[in-house]
């Protein structure tokens, strides 16, 4: 525990909550909640001090009002205060990453879009870069070359912004 305080203390401490929106409903939830919010307590908050403390980070697709206040409540947060959203591609927009998968390969990106329209379940995932790429790779593009691509993207427009301002990946 004396090295875990140690490492937030210095902001070297990150804790990362993948998929949130996937927690069951009810009492799991709930134990979830207390338990963020006492982790924040715990590593995050040190008023008056010369310290960092830890970073939280949490990943969920949006949900009801009512469980996005109690995440906000959990991590001591205002509504949206250091929210990144993953902006809705357009077909324009899908058609360029899916050029950009398809290269090389038997695909013609113009057919792929065309059966993402047709298939609700490539449509539906196929909201955003990420997930885009996933069905990218379901239908045979590289997935290794497409992770790669999309975490050097993502880390550059976060040190390009290189605030705690909201932003949109688009």
């Known amino acids: 525990k004396d090295y ?3 490492l937030a203390k210095n902001g070297k401490l990150v804790l990362l909550l993948d998929s949130f929106d996937e927690i069951s409903q009810g009492d799991m939830r ?3 909640y ?3 919010s006492k982790f924040y307590d715990d590593y995050c908050n040190y008023p008056g001090a010369d310290c960092v403390g830890a970073h939280i980070v949490m990943t969920t697709r ?3 009002r009512e469980t996005m206040a ?3 409540s959990s ?3 205002e ?3 250091q929210k990144f959203t993953i902006k809705e591609l357009s077909d324009e927009g899908k058609l360029s990453i899916i050029s950009k998968w398809c290269v090389g390969d038997q695909m013609n990106p113009e057919e792929v879009l065309t059966r993402f329209k047709e298939n609700h379940f490539y449509h539906d995932y196929s909201v955003n870069p990420y997930m885009l790429s996933v069905v ?3 239908l045979g593009a590289n997935f290794s070359e497409i992770t790669n691509k999309l975490m050097e993207t993502l880390i550059a427009r976060m040190q390009a912004n290189n605030s705690r301002e909201s932003f949109e990946i688009q």
């Open 136 to 138: 990218c790779a379901q």
């Open 30 to 32: 709930v134990r979830y």
């Open 79 to 81: 509504s949206d205060a």
């Open 75 to 77: 991590l001591k947060v």
């Open 70 to 72: 109690h995440i906000y």
């Open 62 to 64: 949006e949900m009801s």
């Open 4 to 6: 875990i305080t140690h």
């Open 34 to 36: 207390k338990a963020i």
